[in-house]
T-cell receptor, first 112, second 111 residues
Framework: NAGVTQTPKFQVLKTGQSMTLQCAQDMNHNSMYWYRQDPGMGLRLIYYSASEGTTDKGEVPNGYNVSRLNKREFSLRLESAAPSQTSVYFC???????????FGPGTRLLVL | KQEVTQIPAALSVPEGENLVLNCSFTDSAIYNLQWFRQDPGKGLTSLLLIQSSQREQTSGRLNASLDKSSGRSTLYIAASQPGDSATYLCAVEGGANNLFFGTGTRLTVIP
């Protein structure tokens, strides 16, 4: 099992460009999440999907959109990147008998 | 809004010492509390999850406790090793999809 995978690992964008961050999990979990991690702020929830076909806003959704393509895949899109979106983005899925969250390796995004 | 605090922000100990990392939270109405480890430039690895009805969980040299009424959790690491050097994050779940993270304690174990 690969667990949670994310692509790309690193990306540099110019202000105003768009991109999609990809996430996939092979643990058959229903819930998936997107977080951003910034120095001194901890991880903050951007969007989540409790099940295939549903998505909901988290704490910091502005400037982002998401798609739950199927049970395995949950993508995060930046339509018009801004320097404030420079961050490390983590995808996670939730499941197992304890309903723990399992994280991917992260995508480092730099917006110039 | 739930706030999670981890003190100290950084800690250095000599190899072999037992140590305790602290986590406090403001709202005691939680579903569970999870401790993670994060290595530099890497993702988060789940260490222990304590459900709200439990007082502690153990895994190898790690023991996590939870006191909901006082809004505190501790992660005890026995006989620390250089390989334990990492940032340790505490996260509380206040609802089905609301996970609030602390900013972490960066641990360095000196050989």
């Amino acid at each position: 099992n690969a667990g949670v995978t994310q692509t790309p690992k690193f990306q540099v964008l110019k202000t105003g460009q768009s991109m999609t961050l990809q996430c996939a999990q092979d643990m058959n979990h229903n819930s998936m999440y997107w977080y951003r991690q910034d120095p001194g702020m901890g991880l903050r929830l951007i969007y989540y999907s409790a099940s295939e076909g549903t998505t909901d806003k988290g704490e910091v959704p502005n400037g982002y959109n998401v798609s739950r393509l199927n049970k395995r895949e949950f993508s995060l899109r930046l339509e018009s990147a801004a320097p404030s979106q420079t961050s490390v983005y983590f995808c996670a899925s939730r499941g197992g008998h304890l309903l723990a969250q399992y994280f991917g390796p992260g995508t480092r995004l730099l917006v110039l | 809004k739930q706030e999670v605090t981890q003190i100290p922000a950084a800690l250095s100990v000599p190899e072999g010492e037992n140590l305790v990392l602290n986590c406090s939270f403001t709202d005691s109405a939680i579903y569970n509390l999870q401790w993670f480890r994060q290595d530099p430039g890497k993702g988060l690895t789940s260490l222990l999850l304590i459900q709200s009805s439990q007082r502690e969980q153990t895994s190898g040299r790690l023991n996590a406790s939870l006191d909901k009424s006082s809004g505190r959790s501790t992660l005890y690491i026995a006989a620390s090793q250089p390989g334990d050097s990492a940032t340790y994050l505490c996260a509380v779940e206040g609802g089905a999809n609301n996970l609030f993270f602390g900013t972490g304690t960066r641990l360095t174990v000196i050989p």
